[in-house]
């Protein structure tokens, strides 16, 4: 088994990569960035506050998140949802990471 730093480092990269999937996904339904760092990680896929706010934010000038404030409480939020483009982006990288799932586990020797 690799030494905790070093697996702690790849399991990073791992998850980095696979964090824009994740909040193109979730993010079908409008959410705003604290609600959205609890749900991910009920869902068994945590992030980061420090990743996941700088992600929110490429993602929407990239034009695959749209965002709108609700001023309706007491306290302003920034909603998030997937843009028509995301929407395709996600299709597409949904497609790319079942491929991948069946590749590892032929690797793995899986049926």
């Known amino acids: ?3 905790d730093e070093l697996l702690s480092t790849h399991l990073q990269e791992l998850r980095r990569g696979t964090a824009v999937l994740a909040c193109l996904l979730v993010l079908r339904e409008p959410n705003y960035g ?3 760092l609890d749900l991910l ?7 980061d506050a420090n990743t996941l706010y700088p992600l929110l934010r ?3 000038k990239q034009g695959l ?3 709108d ?4 409480e007491s306290r302003p939020r920034k909603f ?5 483009d995301g929407e395709r982006l996600a299709d597409a990288l949904s497609r790319d990471w079942d491929g991948l ?3 590892f586990r032929a690797l793995r020797g899986e049926s």
């Open 1 to 3: 088994m690799p030494d």
């Open 34 to 36: 604290y609600a959205l």
């Open 41 to 47: 990680d009920r869902r068994g896929f945590a992030v």
């Open 58 to 60: 490429r993602l929407e």
């Open 65 to 67: 998140l749209t965002s």
């Open 69 to 72: 404030w609700n001023t309706d």
């Open 80 to 84: 998030y949802r997937t843009s028509p």
């Open 101 to 103: 799932d069946t590749a």
